[in-house]
């Protein structure tokens, strides 16, 4: 039976094959479901918001339809492909390292799942439409003018508790450690 109490995603490790198959089941859903999720959330921006439109939902959140020819943050706009390319190699190295990596906690799955979901996203914006879609137009941040979408968020969502557990919650970070 898999194990969703926050004690087991936090420590405890894959060791028989029945677990790990059931991780990557769940890294697979979770992939799956973001990708999912955000291309519709794309999709339905880019055909009912015009391109370098904004719409606002309220004081704080406006729907602002940019494309993002470029990488993170729109540097190096025109090399698209470039990003494309490297992103889908390091989401299938991720991919390769789960199913074949020894003693891989289940926080790692489902943050994983999360990282891949939102790059594989992405990935797919650059195949559709050529560049990525991106709405979410956070207001009201000095110094913020960045407009991200759902992939970004969802990628955002794996990354943080993940460096997190790993360095608070980790119990190997402890090993020749005083306590």
């Given at each position: 039976m898999l194990c969703l109490r926050p004690c087991c995603l936090?420590?405890?490790?894959?060791h028989s094959v029945q677990q790990r198959t059931q991780s990557i089941i769940l890294y697979g859903i979770i992939v799956i479901a973001i990708v999912a999720v955000s291309q519709l959330g794309g999709y339905l921006i880019n055909?009912?918001?015009?391109?370098?439109?904004?719409?606002?939902?309220?004081s704080l959140i406006h729907f602002t339809h940019i494309r993002n020819h470029g990488g993170v943050f729109g540097l190096f706009q025109g090399s698209?492909?470039?990003?494309?390319?490297?992103?889908?190699?390091?989401?299938?190295?991720?991919?390769?390292?789960?199913?074949?990596?020894?003693?891989?906690?289940?926080?790692?799955?489902?943050?994983?799942?999360?990282?891949?979901?939102?790059?594989?996203?992405?990935?797919?914006?650059?195949?559709?439409?050529?560049?990525?879609?991106?709405?979410?137009d956070i207001q009201h941040i000095p110094y913020w003018h960045y407009v991200f979408n759902t992939a970004d968020v969802m990628v955002h969502l794996g990354i943080w508790p993940m460096l997190l557990i790993s360095l608070f919650f980790n119990p190997e970070n402890s090993k020749g450690h005083p306590t």
């Open positions: 936090l420590v405890d490790k894959d055909t009912n918001i015009p391109e370098n439109t904004t719409v606002a939902l309220n698209g492909w470039l990003f494309a390319i490297i992103s889908a190699a390091l989401l299938l190295a991720i991919t390769f390292y789960l199913y074949r990596g020894k003693d891989i906690s289940r926080y790692e799955y489902i943050c994983f799942g999360f990282i891949v979901g939102g790059g594989t996203s992405n990935v797919l914006d650059r195949l559709l439409y050529g560049s990525v879609i991106d709405f979410i």
